[in-house]
């Protein structure tokens, strides 16, 4: 079963609107990642937040952790068509085995 | 440079049937996994190996499913018998190193089971 939760499950916003998906977990973690999956195809890594780090940039991705609440949010700026896909966050304790999370569905429209 | 590679994408096969998926990781990565996808249930991990030594196979559903890694670029997961309920997307990845790094996915085989 996905120890993760996202939230929301949905989300659809206009082209140049920012989106924000929000992911909580349930145990201690090393670090948390975040992957898209567009349609079809395998899932594709965006970016990794460590255990010690509470905020991360990539291009228009930001990623915020907040450990005390075992919580991770993604936010995309300026979002394009092109970001249609789902989103899901993944943690991991330690090792190399990841927990995904239910993921988030993001519909950019034109 | 060549990502993880998957075959066949797409499988489709009667009840009772052995079904063999294939998995061809990033050459030099270490650690293989694989993941069974399904709008219930979402993501698994089935199994992962390490050094081509399976570490964690708590995720596999029963004993018809059965995953080999006999060398470092090659991995196989097979359902004997298969049954309607194992259709899902099964996907592979792979990664490099220990702690937790990115995994790399392939595009993933769509298993139907009638």
């Known amino acids: 079963s996905q120890q993760g939760e996202e939230d929301p499950q949905a989300l659809s916003i206009q082209e140049g609107e920012n989106a924000t998906m929000n992911c909580s977990y349930k145990t201690s973690i090393n670090n948390l990642q975040w992957y898209r999956q567009n349609s079809g195809r395998g899932l594709v890594h965006l970016i990794l937040i460590r255990s010690n780090e509470r905020e991360k940039h990539s291009g228009r991705l930001r990623v915020t952790l907040d450990t005390s609440k075992k919580s991770s949010s993604l936010l995309i700026t300026a979002s394009r068509a092109a970001d249609t896909a789902s989103y899901f966050c993944?943690?991991?304790?330690?090792?190399?085995?990841?927990?995904f999370g239910t993921g988030t569905q993001l519909k950019v429209e034109l | 440079d060549a990502g993880v590679i998957q075959s066949p994408r797409h499988e489709v096969t009667e009840m009772g049937q052995e079904v063999t998926l294939r998995c061809k990781p990033i050459?030099?990565?270490?650690?293989l996994f694989w993941y069974r996808q399904t709008m219930m249930r979402g993501l698994e991990l089935l199994i992962y190996?390490?050094?081509?030594?399976?570490?964690?196979d708590s995720g596999m559903p029963e004993d018809r499913f059965s995953a080999k890694m006999p060398n470092a670029s090659f991995s196989t997961l097979k359902i004997q018998p298969s049954e309607p309920r194992d259709s899902a997307v099964y996907f592979c990845a792979s990664t490099v190193g220990q702690g937790g790094q990115p995994q790399h996915f392939g595009d993933g085989t769509r298993l139907s089971i009638l």
């Open positions: 190996f390490n050094n081509n030594v399976p570490i964690d």
């Open positions: 050459s030099g990565h270490n650690s």
């Open positions: 993944a943690s991991t304790g330690g090792g190399n085995k990841l927990t």
